[in-house]
């Protein structure tokens, strides 16, 4: 049976199954892009697309919990993903077949042991963090943030922040990853109503501009992105634009 099937067919499961992409698209970016969009549902442990012709216009997006999976089918459904809307459903449960597609099959029991070993791997690396003063919570864009003394000062100079832009109806975007396109951008915050455009400076990557119709527009979708991570290592920094 081909994998377009209703979602009340297939039971709730981590993996939505995504068709009717823009096949013009390349595969690496596209990657990037579904990841972007799909990561405010929670945690995104992969998401597959492949070359092949049989594979084309779709991709699987696997979460840790069932409840992100169904947030995400709910409320992108019909979402205009590169100019087309998105037909998303669960994936069937044999999502083996996707694994052993894309090369990464492991039967289970190997897969549980190598589980737990990664798991291992990850407190010890925790631990070390610990043992060098790096506590691990710090990491989280929402967590526990250290107080203004305990940040370093790099040549003794004060690290307190200049004082910010009042409201207005443009967004400045910091800590990008490298590999942010305005592609990227224009799908997260398209979400929020009055986005009208996004706009990247090419001599300096990791910072954009984003403009709304007005401020109650850009705040909106400011606290909406706040932190929002592209990348695991890359929380966003939203501020208004000075003028």
């Known amino acids: 049976m081909a994998e377009a099937t209703t979602g009340t067919e297939v039971p709730p499961n981590v993996t939505i199954y995504i068709n009717n992409l823009n096949e013009k698209i390349k595969l690496e970016e596209l990657k990037k892009s579904l990841l972007a969009v799909f990561s405010q549902f ?10 092949t012709l049989k594979h084309k216009g779709q991709a699987w997006v696997v979460f840790e919990d069932v409840s992100s999976a169904s947030n995400a089918l709910r409320q992108m459904q019909g979402f205009p ?11 069937k449960t044999k999502s083996d ?13 190997r897969r549980k042991r190598h ?21 691990p919570a710090y990491a989280g ?6 107080a203004l003394s305990q940040l370093p000062y790099p040549g003794g100079k004060s ?24 592609m990227m951008l224009q799908m997260l915050f398209y979400q929020y109503p009055g ?13 954009a501009f984003v ?12 606290q909406a992105l706040q932190g929002f991570k592209i990348t695991q290592q890359n929380p966003m920094l939203i501020t208004y634009a000075k003028k």
């Open 42 to 51: 929670g945690k995104i442990l992969e998401v597959l697309a492949f070359k």
């Open 81 to 91: 993903f590169y100019d087309k809307p998105m037909r998303i459903q669960y994936a």
């Open 97 to 109: 077949i996707i694994a052993k597609a894309d090369g990464t099959f492991v039967p289970r029991e």
């Open 115 to 135: 589980d737990d070993k990664g798991k291992k791997k990850k407190e010890q690396h925790d631990a070390n963090q610990a043992g060098m003063g790096l506590n």
């Open 141 to 146: 864009a929402y967590g526990a943030t250290p």
């Open 159 to 182: 690290m307190l922040p200049e004082a910010p832009a009042p409201p207005n109806n443009i967004l400045f975007v910091q800590n990008l990853p490298h590999e942010t396109t305005p």
């Open 195 to 207: 986005f009208k455009e996004v706009r990247m400076v090419e001599t300096k990557p990791g910072i």
């Open 211 to 222: 403009e709304y119709g007005d401020e109650m527009q850009s705040t909106a979708a400011m």
